[in-house]
C-alpha cells in the first residue's frame, strides 16, 4: 500500500508511512500530518494497537466506531490521503480513520450581514459545523441533508438542505439536475456555485441569495427553501428566491411589525433613488427643467453657471469618484479604510465643488444615492442596482425624463420575465400552503 501510494503522489517529503508492529499484529500507517488531527490519531488508533489485542478483538473494535471503515477501491487511496484521511493495512485488508484536522471549533462573528439585535453567529469555512448551526436553528425531524462531491480537483463536499415537507418538488429536481452538471476544476467559494447554478451568465440580477447567517438559512427553509453549503466556505446559498428576499434584512424579523414595515420601505425608497436619481438630475437639466418650480429651477441653474460642460460629464465624473471610494474602502485594510475614504470623499467633494468643475447640487446628488445604496442589506443585489443606475443615466442623455420613465417601466417588466428556478422573480405574495400542495400532490401521484 504504501509503495503505491508514494508512487502515485510523486513521493513527496510531508508524507508520513510507517509499518507499526505492536506484537501480535502488523501495520501499515499512511497520513499527511499537516492534514490530520494527532490527537485523534494518538487516542483512536495508536493507543488501543499498543494494547497488543488480538487481531478479532481488534478488529471488533474497528467495526464498532463509525470513523473507521473498509476501503476496497485501491484508487480512492490518493483522495482520501489528501482530504485529511489516515489509510492503515492490517493483513490483506485496507482501512480509513477520519481524522480531519479541524480548524474551526467556533462559529465566527456576523461581518456583512451584520444586526442589532439578533444573534451575531455566522458560518464558517467548515462544513460540519454549518450544517451543525442551522440545525441548532431549525430543529425539525423533517429536515433533509443530502451530500454532493463537485469539482473535478477539489472534489469539494456539497450540503443540500430542505424540509421535505415543505420543499417545491419540481425546485429540487432543477436544483439536482443543475448541479449534475456543474463542471468545475476546483470548486474554491460559493460564488463559483452560484454563477454555476444561475444559468444564464447575462441575468443582470442574482436569482440565487448568499448568506453568512445561520438564522436566515432556517428561516428560508421554514419558507419551503432549499439551502447549499460548500465546505471550505463560509457563505451558504439560498433558492429559490424573490427580489423582496434581497431586500430583507433579519431586523425585520426581531423588531415590532411596524417598524419593520417602516424600515422596508425605507430602504424600497432608496433603491428607487439610487436607481432614478442621477438619470433625473441629467433630464431636468438639460430636458425637462419645466417639471420643477421656478425658484428651485433657478437655483439648479445658478449653482451650474460655473461648470464648464455638460450635466451628464458632471454626472458621470462624480459617479465615477464614487465607485473609486467603494472600491478603495474594500480593498484598504480595515485599520484605514473607513478613515481615508470618509476623508478623502469630505476633502473631494469641497474641492472639486469649489474649483467649479461640479455644482453644489451635483453634490448632494451624489451623497444621497452613496448612501441609499448602502441602505440594500444584499451586496449581490446592491452590486446590480449600482450597475443598473448606469442604463438610466445612459437614457435621459438621449431622451430626457420620458426615457427615465420608460427604462423605469422596463426595469419592472425585465424583474416580471426573471424567474428563480421556475418561480416568479417578482411575485408579491407566495401562499404558505403552497409547497405543502405540492407535496400533497406527490405523495399523491406516488401512491396512484
Not at 189 to 194: K, N, P, Y
Request: aromatic share 10%.
Amino acid at each position: 500500500m504504501i509503495e503505491q501510494i508514494r508512487k502515485e503522489l510523486q513521493n513527496p517529503s510531508d508524507l508520513f508511512s510507517d509499518t507499526l508492529d505492536n506484537g501480535i499484529i502488523q501495520m501499515e500507517v499512511c497520513y499527511f500530518p499537516s492534514l490530520c488531527d494527532p490527537t485523534l490519531i494518538k487516542d483512536g488508533l495508536l493507543v488501543p494497537f499498543s494494547y497488543r489485542f488480538e487481531l478479532p478483538v481488534f478488529n471488533r473494535m474497528i467495526e464498532a466506531d463509525p470513523c473507521f471503515s473498509e476501503v476496497d477501491e485501491p484508487q480512492l487511496w490518493t483522495n482520501l490521503l489528501l482530504k485529511g484521511t489516515l489509510l492503515f493495512k492490517i493483513e490483506d485488508t485496507v482501512y480509513r480513520f477520519d481524522a480531519q484536522r479541524k480548524l474551526f471549533d467556533r462559529p465566527d462573528e456576523v461581518q456583512i450581514e451584520s444586526t442589532l439585535q439578533g444573534p451575531q453567529s455566522a458560518m464558517t469555512e467548515d462544513l460540519d459545523m454549518n450544517v451543525s448551526l442551522v440545525r441548532l436553528r431549525y430543529n425539525e425531524p423533517t429536515l433533509c441533508v443530502e451530500q454532493h462531491v463537485l469539482g473535478e480537483a477539489s472534489k469539494s463536499r456539497v450540503t443540500l438542505l430542505y424540509d421535505a415537507e415543505l420543499v417545491n418538488r419540481d425546485v429540487l429536481e432543477q436544483i439536482n439536475i443543475r448541479l449534475s452538471k456543474v463542471k468545475v476544476k476546483t470548486l474554491r467559494a460559493t460564488g463559483l456555485l452560484l454563477k454555476e447554478l444561475s444559468g444564464r451568465r447575462h441575468k443582470l440580477f442574482p436569482i440565487i441569495l448568499q448568506t453568512e447567517r445561520p438564522d436566515r438559512i432556517a428561516t428560508m427553509l421554514e419558507r419551503g427553501k432549499v439551502a447549499l453549503l460548500l465546505d471550505g466556505s463560509r457563505f451558504g446559498l439560498v433558492l429559490p428566491v424573490r427580489m423582496f428576499d434581497f431586500m430583507h434584512a433579519m431586523d425585520d424579523d426581531y423588531e415590532f411589525h411596524w417598524m419593520s414595515k417602516f424600515l422596508l420601505m425605507l430602504r424600497y425608497v432608496a433603491m428607487v433613488l439610487t436607481i432614478t436619481l442621477p438619470a433625473t438630475y441629467i433630464a431636468i437639466v438639460s430636458y425637462n427643467p419645466e417639471v420643477l418650480r421656478v425658484q428651485l429651477t433657478l437655483s439648479i441653474a445658478g449653482s451650474r453657471v460655473v461648470v464648464p460642460y455638460p450635466s451628464f460629464i458632471e454626472v458621470f465624473l462624480m459617479l465615477f469618484m464614487i465607485e473609486a471610494l467603494i472600491e478603495a474602502s474594500l480593498r484598504l485594510p480595515r485599520s484605514i479604510g473607513s478613515t481615508a475614504t470618509t476623508v478623502g470623499g469630505l476633502i473631494l467633494g469641497q474641492s472639486i465643488q469649489q474649483a467649479g468643475l461640479v455644482s453644489s447640487i451635483m453634490i448632494i446628488v451624489t451623497s444621497v444615492v452613496a448612501i441609499s445604496n448602502f441602505v440594500i442589506p444584499n451586496n449581490g443585489f446592491g452590486y446590480s442596482i449600482r450597475f443598473i443606475k448606469y442604463v438610466f443615466v445612459i437614457v435621459s442623455i438621449f431622451y430626457g425624463l420620458l426615457g427615465v420613465v420608460v427604462t423605469f417601466f422596463s426595469l419592472i417588466v425585465y424583474w416580471c420575465s426573471l424567474r428563480s428556478f421556475g418561480q416568479p422573480y417578482l411575485a408579491v405574495y407566495v401562499p404558505k400552503n403552497e409547497a405543502k400542495r405540492h407535496h400533497a400532490a406527490a405523495k399523491g401521484g406516488r401512491s396512484s
